[in-house]
């Protein structure tokens, strides 16, 4: 049984360049969650989606981030013009539904320089 | 203020000793409450889950939620140094999880 996967696992990226991270899910949770963390912080929510459905966005996803789940299975989330303050880790995780376990991948971590 | 409040630590405590780790939360509406363990640029990985108040038994960790207080606790029996990780408490507001800063805690041999 493989967990929720993240790719890639570390992306060093130039200011104003855009990254793209991939996370594939455990097989059969319909839902999917991203969340940035910080040093130091706890994961703070982004983005969430019920199958193909994104159903909650946070005011944290500026204009720059866009997070797509096309078929419902894996997700992306995209960054564009990435500022220093995008250096983050980003961690996609994923859940049967309400009330259930939500399990969290290896996360992505971005350095902007 | 913020939603979930955690002390950061660091804590560091001896092989064997029992740790306390708290959180407190604003929100009375708040039901479902969690305690992630999180070792070194790793994923968070959910150590315990309760609903409502009372305690939750499982191995050496013990869970407790006073909701009346808005206070809940996460208490370690006979620590060992594998147990040095951060630890995040979360509240499940609408389907999304809202976590604490983490308390980041060392056990030493």
């Known amino acids: 049984d493989t967990g929720v996967s993240q790719d890639p696992r570390h992306k060093i990226t130039k200011r104003g360049q855009n990254v793209t991270f991939r996370c594939d899910p455990i097989?059969?949770?319909?839902?999917l969650y991203w969340y940035r963390q910080t040093l130091g912080q706890g994961p703070e929510f982004l983005t969430y989606?019920?199958?193909?459905?994104?159903?909650?966005k946070s005011r944290l996803l500026s204009d720059r981030f866009s997070a797509e789940r096309p078929k419902g299975s894996f997700s992306t989330l995209e960054i564009q013009r990435t500022e220093q303050g995008d250096s983050a880790m980003y961690l996609c995780?994923?859940?049967?539904?309400?009330?259930?376990?939500?399990?969290f991948g290896e996360g992505s971590w971005l350095t902007v320089v | 203020q913020k939603e979930v409040e955690q002390d950061p630590g660091p804590l560091s405590v001896p092989e064997g000793a029992i740790v306390s780790l708290n959180c407190t939360y604003s929100?009375?509406?708040?039901?479902?409450f969690m305690w992630y363990r999180q070792y070194s640029r790793k994923g968070p990985e959910l150590l315990m889950y309760?609903?409502?108040?009372g305690n939750k038994e499982d191995g050496r960790f013990t869970a407790q939620v006073d909701k009346s207080s808005k206070y809940i606790s996460l208490f370690i029996r006979d620590s060992q140094p594998s147990d040095s990780a951060t630890y995040l408490c979360?509240?499940?507001?609408?389907?999304?999880?809202?976590f604490g800063t983490g308390t980041r805690l060392q056990v030493f041999p």
């Open positions: 995780a994923s859940s049967l539904g309400t009330g259930n376990t939500i399990y």
């Open positions: 097989s059969e949770h319909n839902r």
């Open positions: 989606f019920q199958n193909e459905a994104q159903l909650e």
């Open positions: 929100n009375s509406a708040f039901q479902y």
């Open positions: 309760t609903y409502s108040s």
């Open positions: 979360a509240t499940d507001n609408t389907d999304k999880l809202i």
